[in-house]
């Protein structure tokens, strides 16, 4: 059985105990999201849409080319036979996911082995580094390429770190090649441990001025990145095409606090439907906390949900979210349809 396979015999019902389980006990990069189950299902039914193929990504021919086993195959091993939930695979799922789904599952002799916990334990690993198979998810795309800024509360963020960089750090640490000095590196002089550079680099014993400095640096930093933020969601709101018209949504800047929360949903058909109960069963909104909403829906080209399913999915939202709802769409080049809820108090 190949964990193609295995995915296909499983629903996210029956492996959702278990991976609950997953969540609780080891939080994803320091993230504790056991109320994001949504985020799993999500994910589960991007793998059950994939075929698997045995052609290897980049990373993995790499890999090999430096000696390293790439395996056709992973073989379950269990620890205790008292407990058939307690086991684990021979080796940790990487590269990509088509080539991940075509790997064979070896199972012991002799020994009961639970499909819904293996299935679990499958989805914990796939999605440990990504979300779908797309790049912009994937956090080892995101540092090997960095976003660049698109507003310009990001382009002074991008020019003050330029800046504090160049100004502030001595040119026996600065890299010689434009490349490096482009991405912010620092450099380790030999003989010289790097705790000690670093501590000579960020100390805290500074005289009072530059104490001062480095506190209007970290508040205007702090600022930057806010309203960076809040500028990319009214960007969005407003793009080409959408119901929101240009300058409408601009009062998101200056709001007193938020949540956003945005949700995928795998399906071109009955998408809205699919998201709806992402929000219901799969995920934990602090819905209370908030007096008004946005609900933006950005529809994949040549996928508009149809107009009885649009009436439907807006009357839901105005019966689960105890606020002012406001609702808008609009199409453009995305994977699947786009989900953004925005909640706020003004």
């Known amino acids: 059985m190949i964990i193609k396979e295995l995915f296909n015999q499983i629903t996210f019902e029956e492996l959702c105990p278990q991976l609950k389980a997953y969540v609780k006990t080891y939080d994803v990069f320091g993230n504790d999201i056991v109320e994001e189950l949504y985020r799993f299902r999500e994910a589960y039914d991007r793998l059950k849409l994939l075929k698997p193929s045995g052609k290897l990504d980049s990373f993995i021919e790499k890999m090999q080319q430096d000696g390293v086993t790439v395996h056709k195959e992973v073989e379950v091993i269990c620890y205790d036979d008292s407990d058939k939930d307690n086991f684990d695979l021979s080796f940790d799922l990487e590269g990509n996911w088509e080539y991940n789904l075509s790997l064979e599952l070896v199972f012991p002799k002799d020994k009961t082995i639970s499909l819904a916990a293996l299935a679990a334990l499958c989805l ?20 090997l390429n960095p976003r660049k800024p698109s507003n310009r509360y990001e382009m002074a963020l991008e020019r003050l770190e330029n800046s504090i960089y160049k100004r502030q750090t001595p040119a026996a640490y600065l890299p010689k090649s434009r490349e490096s000095r482009a991405r912010r590196c620092i450099v380790v002089l030999r003989g010289i441990p790097y705790s000690k550079q670093f501590n000579k680099l960020h100390s805290d014993k500074m005289n009072r001025s530059k104490q001062k400095r480095k506190y209007r640096q970290k508040k205007r930093k702090e600022f930057l990145k806010r309203m960076g ?55 934990t909104l602090s819905t209370e906390n908030y007096s008004e909403a946005i609900v933006f829906v950005i529809f994949k080209d040549g996928h508009v949900a149809s107009s009885q ?38």
């Open 124 to 143: 914990w690993q796939l999605t440990y580094d990504r979300w779908s198979n797309y790049n912009e998810d994937s956090r080892i795309y995101h540092a």
């Open 229 to 283: 933020n809040r500028q990319a969601v009214v960007d969005k709101f407003t793009m080409t095409g959408s119901s929101f018209a240009k300058g409408s949504c601009d009062f998101l800047l200056y709001v007193k606090e938020g949540e956003k929360v945005r949700f995928r949903s795998p399906n071109t058909k009955n998408s809205l439907d699919y998201v709806y109960t992402s929000m219901t069963d799969y995920c």
């Open 309 to 346: 399913e649009i009436d439907r999915f807006k009357k839901r939202m105005e019966k689960l979210l105890p606020c002012d709802v406001t609702y808008g769409q609009v199409e453009g080049d995305v994977h699947e349809t786009e989900v953004t809820l925005l909640m706020y108090n003004r």
